[in-house]
């Protein structure tokens, strides 16, 4: 594996846990607080 | 930064007093937008240098009429002021007040007085104090009101240095109260002192009127032993309210002049036109018309100047960094995602600036009041016209703006239905397809096609909303007391500032917001493409090269057609292929589907998907995203993917479906049930397929 | 049989007099709907509904149902 294959599969790494958060851990953190959010969920 | 050594400073006012153009010139950019923990009340939070290097947290309040909340936002502000143990509880509160209104403005300005916080009061728009005839005698009223006064005008910001050397000096305010609660009915409150000698009596009188979280206090405790019937209640709210206009005439007979044969009357005229029975529709088409038509006439050329600058840096990219994976990535998946989603600033800042000058100007106000009796013929109520003009902006704030409406039936219909109206992130798609399937011709000579369509999908969402509010008053068996009361404010001329400022704060919101999600599904999305599982996508050249024995391929056709062998059988392509018998009676391929299921997310990530797929399978001859989508051609029928069919049926896919995660949730938090966004998904969804369905089956 | 604020003609001033409690809004007494204020109609919207006021130097939007349960005393305007 080289370094580009290695830096691309960290950027996608990165891309699903941004999603994941996103999506499937949201509920707990918009009942507690939404305000560190920058739009709690618009679009 | 918030901080405890800051001062805290709570804006309050009446709607349309100028509140935020005072916090505007206050704070300028330096603003937070977030929410309230738990609820979907937009915070505002600036921050402003004072003199002697003093800084100050100014919090942006929820316009109210008064302490008695009548809703959620309301809510917020009592809650503020009753808590003294919030980390923004004001150390002083700026009520700020319009000059032409200042006696109804009082009330608050009064009720905020008897909480025993030290109160300035703004008095705005003194610009216009000569232009009315009237004159103040600052002195009186501030000796008679126990306060200081700041004569402001936040429009052509004179008076915003005085009012900022008043906060530094705080504390020298009066925190006296003006008016003495037990007034009221001087027996009951005489009980209430006597039970909890340590509270404020107005504090308590509030806690047993609201519905509101008192920390200090078991509300149970004093709702049994002083619970009143609500009409009795309603009473002494009613004697309060007398009590304070008494108080605030006696102060305004001498503090306030106004010379009504210097006044001019601007109003009255521009009201008599455009609330006209013939005009006033006429013009309110004419305005939502030019809007539409100059969305999609002004973004035009930055749109392509984006386009075609992202294209080319993509190929700068390609030819430039050293082959391999993550160049690959760079330029076929992060650099189209983010086109994608910058592409649409234009138009989205184009919606959000006129959305802003409608309601900055006052003129919102006026189309409520034209409509209510129509919308009222549907189930909804004049005021459902606010939700669903801003729905075309985004239909979360427009559902948030529909606690206005008093009505439970009303304001549950409006919510229902808000997501048919045409929201920023449906333009992009719209926008694209539009541009692929209709002619860029003119009628008329001035009518643009494009424009045209695009203000008639706009027409659909409008009309299918309504549509559904008749269907949906006709089964919802919901009673409840109907009123509308509606402020009609003065006629203002929308400030560039306070424009600017919401363009450039949503837009960023947008940006920010959907930006990220788009950014990361395109990454994502960019694997699912390029990596597949077996021989098939393996051994593409291969297979390519043993099926075109017969016919040999040039050396770029033959680079194409592996490219696609490959992405056929990509993991993508492999979900894609599953789906794809449910999507081909609308006329989708499988590249749609992809693009439509990847909408769940948001409904503007459907160009960059494709723009990704696309650029992973496609030819290099092709350099932007519309240009990719124009010349993608069926391999078995020989003809373009996106012809008048199967683009009007995606068109209407889009205008119908309910793809937004986001409005869900806060359907859910504003109705407190799960039925109402479920029945959204199910219907909404259903019904978009199956006219999607119906329009491509004609039209082929 | 009592005169209620529906009844004005555009243009005319009433004082008004009494209401239902129960029925009239909190928010519209805030913007200062009491005996003994002055009001004046100022449009109907096409369709005769709803009702454009100044109530005691508020300009406010009600319906006609909510009127109805306003009592007023028109003033004749060749007083005025």
């Not at chain 2, 009720?111 to 610009?127: F, G, R, S, V, Y």
């Not at chain 2, 430039?320 to 993550?326: E, K, R, W």
């Not at chain 2, 009123?483 to 960023?508: A, D, H, S």
């Not at chain 2, 599982?533 to 593409?540: L, R, T």
């Amino acid at each position: 594996m080289d370094i580009q294959e290695i830096l691309a599969f960290v950027a996608l790494a990165i891309a699903l846990a941004f999603l994941i958060r996103k999506f499937f851990l949201k509920k707990k953190k918009s009942d507690k607080n939404c305000g560190d959010d920058d739009d709690c969920g618009c679009h | 930064m918030v901080s405890n050594q800051n001062i805290n400073v709570a804006l309050i006012g009446n709607p349309n007093v100028g509140k935020t153009s005072v916090f505007n010139q206050l704070t300028g950019l330096n603003q937070q937008v977030g929410n309230y923990p738990g609820i979907t009340v937009e915070k505002k939070i600036g921050f402003c240098k004072l003199p002697n290097n003093v800084k100050a947290n100014i919090l942006d309040l929820p316009g109210t009429y008064s302490l008695n909340a009548s809703s959620i936002d309301e809510n917020v502000v009592i809650e503020l002021l009753l808590n003294k143990n919030d980390k923004l509880y004001p150390d002083v509160a700026l009520v700020v007040t319009d000059v032409e209104n200042l006696k109804r403005n009082l009330l608050l300005f009064t009720q905020i007085k008897d909480l025993e916080i030290p109160t300035i009061l703004i008095i705005n728009m003194a610009d216009r104090m000569a232009y009315k005839g009237i004159t103040l005698d600052i002195p009186y009223l501030e000796e008679h009101l126990k306060t200081k006064i700041a004569l402001i005008s936040s429009r052509k910001g004179f008076g915003i240095d005085a009012l900022k050397k008043l906060i530094v000096n705080y504390k020298s305010i009066s925190s006296e109260p003006c008016l003495n609660a037990s007034s009221i009915d001087p027996e009951y409150f005489n009980t209430l002192r006597k039970t909890f000698p340590n509270q404020l009596l107005y504090k308590l009188w509030l806690v047993i009127t609201q519905d509101v979280n008192f920390l200090n206090l078991d509300r149970k405790e004093i709702r049994s032993s002083f619970t009143k019937s609500h009409s009795d209640l309603k009473r002494l709210q009613q004697k309060e309210t007398i009590k304070r206009y008494q108080f605030i005439n006696d102060v305004l007979k001498v503090g306030l002049k106004i010379d009504e044969t210097v006044a001019k009357d601007f109003r009255s005229k521009l009201d008599r036109v455009l609330t006209h029975k013939v005009w006033g529709y006429f013009i309110f088409f004419l305005i939502l018309f030019v809007i539409f038509q100059s969305i999609f006439e002004w973004s035009k050329i930055p749109m392509d100047f984006i386009d075609s600058t992202f294209a080319s840096l993509s190929s700068l990219t390609a030819d430039n960094l050293p082959a391999g994976v993550l160049t690959n990535l760079i330029s076929q998946g992060i650099i189209p995602g983010i086109g994608g989603i910058l592409i649409f600033i234009p138009q989205i800042a184009f919606l959000f600036m006129f959305i802003s000058i409608l309601e900055e100007s006052g003129y919102m106000s006026r189309v409520v009041f034209l409509m209510d009796k129509i919308m009222r013929k549907f189930g909804l109520s004049g005021k459902s016209v606010v939700p669903l003009i801003s729905g075309t902006a985004c239909a979360i704030p427009a559902i948030m703006a529909t606690r206005n409406i008093e009505n439970w039936k009303e304001r549950l219909i409006t919510i229902l239905v808000t997501p048919f109206t045409t929201c920023s992130a449906r333009l992009p798609v719209y926008a694209i397809i539009i541009a692929l399937v209709i002619p860029d011709n003119r009628v008329f000579g001035f009518l643009n096609m494009q424009g045209m369509t695009l203000m008639l999908l706009y027409l659909l969402g409008f009309g299918m909303a309504i549509f559904s509010a008749y269907i949906l008053n006709k089964i919802l068996k919901i009673k409840g007391k109907t009123y509308f009361v509606v402020e009609m404010p003065n006629y203002k001329l929308p400030l560039f500032k306070n424009v600017g400022i919401n363009v450039i704060e949503k837009t960023k919101a947008f940006i920010f917001g959907a930006g990220k999600i788009i950014l990361a599904i395109s990454i994502v999305l960019w694997f699912l493409a390029s990596y597949g599982p077996g021989e098939k996508f393996n051994n593409a050249e291969k297979i390519v090269t043993e099926n075109t024995k017969e016919n040999p391929l040039s050396e770029a056709e033959f680079e194409n057609a592996v490219a696609s062998q490959k992405l056929e059988n990509s993991y993508i392509g492999l979900m894609g292929k599953t789906i794809e018998p449910a999507i081909s009676p609308l006329g989708y391929d499988w590249k749609i589907g992809i693009a439509i299921i990847s909408s769940f997310a948001a409904r503007e990530v459907f160009v960059g998907t494709l723009a990704t797929i696309y650029s992973v399978g496609g030819s290099d001859n092709e350099v932007t995203i519309k240009n990719k989508m124009a010349a993608e051609i069926n391999p078995v029928t020989g003809e373009k993917i996106f012809n008048f069919a199967s683009g009007i049926s995606l068109l209407l896919f889009y205008a119908f479906a309910m793809q937004c995660a986001s409005t869900l949730a806060v359907t859910k938090k504003e109705t407190n049930s799960w039925k109402w966004p479920a029945g959204q998904l199910i219907f909404m969804s259903g019904f978009a397929y199956v006219v999607a369905l119906i329009a491509y089956q004609i039209l082929k | 049989m009592q005169t209620t604020l529906n009844s004005l003609k555009k243009g005319e001033k009433a004082i008004i007099k009494d209401f239902d409690i129960d029925t009239v809004p909190l928010k519209l007494l805030e913007m200062g709907c009491l005996p003994g204020n002055l009001v004046e109609l100022l449009q109907i919207a096409p369709f005769g509904d709803p009702l454009y006021l100044n109530i005691n130097g508020s300009h406010v939007a009600i319906r006609v149902e909510t009127a109805k349960e306003i009592e007023v005393d028109i003033i004749k305007t060749n007083l005025w």
